[in-house]
């Protein structure tokens, strides 16, 4: 079985600052990896994922990821944080070969302070 | 393009009455579907998923129930409602290895 857990229920840094959302995952193989983000009230949103190649993924709002093989990890990045990045986080796995199920993480709530 | 749509937005409802949330998917064919529950506080809680009409599988035992009676369109229902089941319920579909999530419905047991 796989599962997802994301480091930190709540995080909280300066306008500017470094955001770094950790998340490990464990699973028999490399899943694939989401990171979706979701603002009040609303559906979850995309922000970035990793299936092959490049383990590096940069997603929408200036937001990126690492996949970590070694470190089951796939921690999310945000060089300058914006007050509008202010949101729930959620990563999340899916198993490469059947994919018709997605675990999630039980998010982490970001603020961003000015 | 794909788009997936849930109703009603918002609801109360009172302890012990019935429950039926909508959710269609327009854009697509023969798409997998899930049924998630955020509570407050908490993470996403998967409840169901279908990969087809009338094929439906529960993840967690409890007075829920969902169906599948067309290609598109996905349904939660209970007979009689907790305080516990208040939340927030995503439907989502799935193409492939990616999910896609709709707008959600509050639910509040009262």
């Known amino acids: 079985a796989q599962s997802v857990t994301q480091l930190g229920s709540h995080v909280s840094v300066s306008e500017g600052a470094l955001v770094l959302l950790r998340c490990n995952y464990s699973?028999?193989?490399?899943?694939?990896l989401f990171w979706y983000v979701q603002y009040p009230n609303q559906g979850l949103q995309l922000l970035l994922k990793?299936?092959?190649?490049?383990?590096l993924v940069k997603g929408i709002n200036g937001f990126e990821a690492e996949f970590k093989k070694s470190e089951t990890s796939f921690h999310l990045t945000k060089p300058s944080a914006h007050m509008s990045d202010a949101a729930e986080y959620f990563c999340?796995?899916?198993?490469?070969?059947?994919?018709?199920?997605?675990?999630f993480g039980t998010g982490t709530s970001l603020t961003v302070i000015p | 393009s794909q788009t997936i749509h849930q109703w009603p937005a918002t609801l109360v409802q009172p302890v012990g009455s019935p429950l039926s949330l909508e959710c269609t998917v327009e854009?697509?064919?023969?798409?997998?579907l899930y049924w998630y529950r955020q509570a407050a506080g908490r993470g996403l809680q998967l409840l169901f998923y279908?990969?087809?009409?009338?094929?439906i599988s529960s993840e967690v035992p409890q007075n829920l129930s969902a169906s599948r009676p067309q290609d598109r369109q996905f349904i939660l229902s209970s007979k009689k409602l907790l305080l516990s089941d208040s939340g927030f319920y995503l439907c989502?579909?799935?193409?492939?290895?990616?999910?896609?999530f709709g707008p959600g419905t509050r639910l509040t047991v009262l």
């Open positions: 279908s990969v087809g009409i009338g094929q």
């Open positions: 989502a579909w799935s193409p492939d290895y990616l999910v896609f």
């Open positions: 699973s028999s193989v490399p899943p694939y």
């Open positions: 999340a796995v899916s198993d490469r070969y059947t994919g018709n199920q997605f675990y």
């Open positions: 854009g697509t064919s023969n798409p997998n």
């Open positions: 990793y299936t092959t190649g490049a383990t």
